[in-house]
């Protein structure tokens, strides 16, 4: 939460699926509720009197001072109900995007405070996989390379993706490069936080022949390959 209050309101079962603006939870907002009322009163009285100065501004029954006081009260008096509405607004917490609802940690009758973590939502429709390679490969690597990903999980199972980002600094622990790439879960398969192995391709090589490295024999100058033709 944004603002501090008590939890009068929970909205989920733990693990549910939930939609952008699916309300999760409510904080007790009646005081800010009544101090919003109370400036939109104000607002409302302000208003009649602006409407009532343009009048004697234009007989020269009002002076251009009191014309421009009243303007500035009056505006100042809509901004105060903006902040004072944004204020009632954040006492709803929001899902805020597709995903689905961990465990909740803050029950109702709870005082929130703020930055106090209420429950994780997790968007699971497209995954993100973060893993590092030695520097050496730095050269090969580019935004878009395929990856496939094989979790502790599910070892039976492999998954395909694509790089989305490579990270500019190298870590000066282990001189290797950060990489992430996205991998679609349309089936909800993949968890947040597993472990997993990922294979990436950093280059292909067409029409290429591949033999058996048995099958070449050394010398001292070279390296030779016999083919048996006909």
């Given amino acids: 939460p944004e603002v501090a209050g ?37 607002l409302d009285e302000q208003q009649w009197i602006w409407e009532r100065m343009k009048i004697l501004a234009e007989t ?27 204020i009632v607004d954040k006492l709803t917490i929001r899902c805020p995007y597709d995903g689905r609802v961990a465990i909740h940690m803050i029950d109702v009758g709870t005082y929130a405070n703020v930055g106090d973590e209420l429950v994780k939502v997790v968007n699971d429709s497209v995954m993100l996989v973060d893993y590092e390679l030695a520097t050496m490969w730095l050269p090969l690597l580019e935004v878009g390379q395929s990856i496939e990903l094989v979790t502790d999980a599910d070892p039976d199972r492999t998954y395909s993706g694509r790089v989305t980002a490579i990270n500019p600094f190298v870590n000066d622990s282990t001189r290797s490069v950060q990489v992430r790439a ?49």
């Fill in 6 to 42: 008590n939890v009068i309101g929970r909205y989920f079962e733990d693990g549910q699926r939930g939609k952008r603006g699916d309300i999760l939870y409510t904080l007790d907002r009646r005081t800010q509720e009544a101090q919003l009322e109370s400036l939109k009163a104000q």
């Fill in 60 to 86: 020269q029954a009002a002076s251009d001072a009191e014309v421009a006081e009243t303007a500035f009260t009056l505006e100042s008096l809509k901004a105060q109900v903006a902040e004072q509405q944004s």
């Fill in 182 to 230: 996205q991998i679609p879960n349309d089936d909800l398969s993949l968890r947040s936080g597993l472990y997993g192995y990922v294979n990436q391709t950093v280059g292909s090589y067409p029409d290429v022949l591949i033999v058996p490295q048995a099958a070449i024999a050394y010398t001292t100058t070279n390296e030779m390959l016999y083919a048996v033709v006909g």
